[in-house]
């Protein structure tokens, strides 16, 4: 008899701090802006087809820091917020947990020379699948460039972690992927292949840019944990005629497999190069202590700084300022566990409150409505907070 197996929702259940790794999922959000370049690169392009490739790298790179990083970030308590500024990198940003059933967090860039915005709302809907388990990034996600009245919009591709129960951990992301300029109606279709068998896929991407009638004008390749090239499309395609590219494997269905998920080997640890392709992106080197470190990049590393200048600067709802996450930082696993035990029933006990109330719940900085592109449900910013007038925050520490 052919039993179908179900996934398990995850959202609303307690998971112990050893499986964390000592940020919020607010400052995992902010990791979209490590490449904040490849945005500034689409500024400096006169010509739409190459900003969307370097918006369509942009897109691919947001999701490269998760490469290795098996910790999971901390649920976001309803109300707390981050904040991070990197005036070398040439922009701010602020986040919100704007809601906690479901978890919503809600975040909005801005370049410091006001050249582009970058915003969206993400909903992590986790699954359990016995061996592993699955993370889809409901929301959509906008860029904006004010300069060429441009706005862009996608959503990010699902991750997978294997072998939470036994065995090594490994990451793969995949899905499609669309990237669609709102003016010219050119789209970037990109597709995160799953590992496929013996691993012969594993982190690849592939897509291509299509003009505004609808012809694909070039294609983009490379692996979401290394890089991105471009070539012409009828290059990439002679390519893989003359038997040179892989061919795509049929994979599994995550957790379809009785067996331990092996972590796939891939063939090569570099990409195979088509000739005429030129680079879009390369990521940063990690830090060489690293593996010690969460598998953190450089600038994960930095995001839970807390500088004597911020003090009395940022709001009491900062997750910096969260004793679990800063407890855990320390080293001290014991103690991140009962503040983090505390918080949680702190935080029960508070929307058990207004649940009874006529009270409701309001959110600071952002406020719900429509995305204004594309019409979906999305959380927009409301502005004031780089006013540094905080009244009447919720005591959620």
């Known amino acids: 008899m052919y039993i179908k197996k179900q996934s398990t929702e995850l959202s609303k259940i307690t998971m112990p701090v050893i499986f964390n790794e000592p940020l919020s999922f607010l400052q995992r959000l902010t990791e979209y802006m490590e490449h904040t370049y490849l945005i500034h690169q689409a500024n400096a392009s006169s010509d739409s087809i190459e900003r969307m490739k370097c918006v369509a790298a942009f897109a691919v790179s947001a999701v490269a820091s998760q490469w290795e990083r098996t910790g999971k970030p901390f649920n976001p308590l309803l109300g707390e917020t981050y904040e991070l ?29 006001k050249d582009f915005v970058f ?120 390519h893989k005629r003359s038997g040179k590219g892989t061919a795509e494997k049929k994979s599994s269905k995550p957790g379809s ?37 969460y598998s953190f990049t450089s600038f994960a590393m930095q995001l839970n700084e807390l500088d004597k200048d911020m003090d009395g600067l940022i709001p009491k709802t900062d997750c910096r300022l969260r004793p679990d996450i800063r407890a855990m930082e320390n080293g001290d696993i014991d103690l991140a566990s009962e503040e983090k035990k505390r918080l949680e029933e702190k935080q029960r006990a508070a929307c058990k409150t207004y649940s009874k109330s006529d009270d409701e719940w309001k959110t600071k900085w952002f406020q719900q409505g429509q995305n204004p592109h594309n019409g979906s449900q999305d959380w927009l910013f409301s502005t004031g907070y780089w006013n540094r007038n905080y009244p009447l925050l919720p005591d959620i520490y």
């Open 85 to 113: 500024v990197r005036e070398d990198l040439g922009f701010r940003l602020i986040s919100e947990q704007v809601s906690h059933h479901p978890p919503v967090s809600a975040f909005h860039a801005e370049g410091l020379k």
């Open 119 to 238: 915003h969206g709302s993400i909903y992590p809907k986790l699954k359990f699948w016995g061996k592993s388990v699955e993370a889809e990034p409901k929301g959509i996600i906008t860029l904006e460039l004010p300069r060429y009245n441009e706005a862009y919009t996608w959503t990010n591709p699902t991750c997978c972690v294997h072998n939470i129960i036994v065995g090594q951990l490994w990451i793969e992301q995949y899905g499609n992927v669309e990237v669609l300029n709102h003016k010219t109606g050119e789209r970037c279709c990109l597709n995160f292949k799953p590992c496929g068998l013996f691993g012969k896929e594993l982190h690849k991407v592939e897509g291509y840019i299509l003009d505004k009638s609808k012809k694909k004008v070039c294609s983009l390749y490379g692996k979401w944990t290394e890089c991105m090239y471009i070539v012409d499309y009828a290059a990439l395609e002679a």
């Open 257 to 293: 497999r009785e067996e331990v998920e092996e972590i796939p080997l891939p063939e090569a640890d570099t990409v195979e190069v088509i000739p005429g392709s030129y680079l879009l992106w390369r990521i940063a080197p990690r830090p060489v202590n690293s593996t010690e470190m």
